[in-house]
Structures are given as structure tokens and as C-alpha cells.
T-cell receptor, first 115, second 115 residues
Framework: EPEVTQTPSHQVTQMGQEVILRCVPISNHLYFYWYRQILGQKVEFLVSFYNNEISEKSEIFDDQFSVERPDGSNFTLKIRSTKLEDSAMYFC?????????????FGPGTRLTVL | AQSVTQLGSHVSVSEGALVLLRCNYSSSVPPYLFWYVQYPNQGLQLLLKYTSAATLVKGINGFEAEFKKSETSFHLTKPSAHMSDAAEYFCAVSDSSGGYNKLIFGAGTRLAVHP
């Protein structure tokens, strides 16, 4: 069964460093998303990506964040200069085209710890 | 704006007892609603979804949910809890306002099942 994969599963970094979180969505999906979950809080939308460009982003997704799909399979989230408050679980998700009722498939997440 | 409220951050039931996890939504348009489950150290897995086809929706692992427009609710139930049901459960509404159907999540309910 196709699944969304994410690497690494855990990432520890120093404040101010750049991190890149990687995701491989399901191959025939067209819509891609990043969400995050700070420990003890709800899952929050960060950004959606369609047709090789950002389609929607939240207030959280400021200039320190960027996404790209460099090779048609990987989907990456970059945080340019990490802050302590970026520590969270980051989930990638993908969805097929067609009906908006189609579910989003989630990866297992990357736990980011900023020291 | 659409939103989701899950009543009860923690629910504890005995094995074999009824499971009831509550979800209320706010939406200005007919919503698409989802229940996801998260087992420890795993991603979010879809349990079931409401897409206006039927108000009583059956999902995986014996779970079902009933959409009640008059109560703006989409509560999740299972007649008989199993130890393997222990997990965190998230209710979500698909926000179509931006056109790309990001998910708006509730805060989650952690279900504990004891012998």
C-alpha cells in the first residue's frame, strides 16, 4: 500500500541553524501539505503546495520557512534559522486530485528539537 | 472561519465498554469532516470521513461516527473498546475557503483502555 515517508524521524539542531525536513508523498498525488504539532498542542496547518507553487500558507509560515519539490518526488520543508519555538513534530501529507473530500495521507512525522 | 472542538482531552474506558469521543465543528458551508487516529510514534491514520453521502459513517476497526447538522457534531463511537484502541484521536474539518482544503484539527482526545 502506498504511503508517505519522512526523513529523518528525529532531528536535533542548535538555535540559528538551518534544517531541511524531507518527505516523499504518494506518487500520483497532486496536493502536498506540511503541518506541525508542538508538544501538547493541536496539529496546525503550515503550508499547502500545488502545481509547483505554494497555494496557501498560515501565519506561522513566515520568511524563515520555505518549501520546494526539487525533483518531482521529494517535498522538503526548510527552516532557515531555527528558533527554540520551532521545536515540534512536523507532518507531511499528500492528497490526490479530484474531490475535495479525498483524504490527506500523512507521513509518520519528523520530531525537531531546537536547543 | 471553520473550527473544531473536541470535548475531553483524555477519555478512559474499560475494555469492552462503549467508546464515545466528542467533536463539534463550526463551518459556514457544508463541511467535510474526518477522524484520524495517531498511535504512539506513528503518523495520522484516517479512521473515517463524512462527505455528505450518508450521515452515519462507518470506518476502520469498528469505529463509526454520526453527522448531526442540527447539533454541529460528528462524534466518534465504538460499541466495545479493545486494548489496541488506545491512541490519540483527532477530529478535523476540511477548510475549502483557500481552495486547497487544508485540514483544521481539534486538540485531540487521548483514549486509554484499561482491563
Amino acid at each position: 500500500e502506498p504511503e508517505v515517508t519522512q526523513t529523518p524521524s528525529h532531528q536535533v539542531t542548535q538555535m540559528g541553524q538551518e534544517v531541511i525536513l524531507r518527505c516523499v508523498p504518494i506518487s500520483n498525488h497532486l496536493y502536498f501539505y506540511w503541518y506541525r504539532q508542538i508538544l501538547g498542542q493541536k496539529v496546525e496547518f503550515l503550508v499547502s503546495f500545488y502545481n509547483n507553487e505554494i497555494s496557501e500558507k498560515s501565519e506561522i509560515f513566515d520568511d524563515q520557512f520555505s518549501v520546494e519539490r526539487p525533483d518531482g518526488s521529494n517535498f522538503t520543508l526548510k527552516i532557515r534559522s531555527t528558533k527554540l519555538e520551532d521545536s515540534a513534530m512536523y507532518f507531511c501529507a499528500s492528497r490526490s486530485g479530484g474531490s475535495a473530500a479525498n483524504e490527506q495521507f500523512f507521513g509518520p512525522g519528523t520530531r525537531l528539537t531546537v536547543l | 472561519a471553520q473550527s473544531v472542538t473536541q470535548l475531553g482531552s483524555h477519555v478512559s474506558v474499560s475494555e469492552g465498554a462503549l467508546v464515545l469521543l466528542r467533536c463539534n465543528y463550526s463551518s459556514s458551508v457544508p463541511p467535510y469532516l474526518f477522524w484520524y487516529v495517531q498511535y504512539p510514534n506513528q503518523g495520522l491514520q484516517l479512521l473515517l470521513k463524512y462527505t455528505s453521502a450518508a450521515t452515519l459513517v462507518k470506518g476502520i476497526n469498528g469505529f463509526e461516527a454520526e453527522f448531526k447538522k442540527s447539533e454541529t457534531s460528528f462524534h466518534l463511537t465504538k460499541p466495545s473498546a479493545h486494548m489496541s484502541d488506545a491512541a490519540e484521536y483527532f477530529c478535523a474539518v476540511s477548510d475549502s475557503s483557500g481552495g486547497y482544503n487544508k485540514l483544521i484539527f481539534g486538540a485531540g482526545t487521548r483514549l486509554a483502555v484499561h482491563p
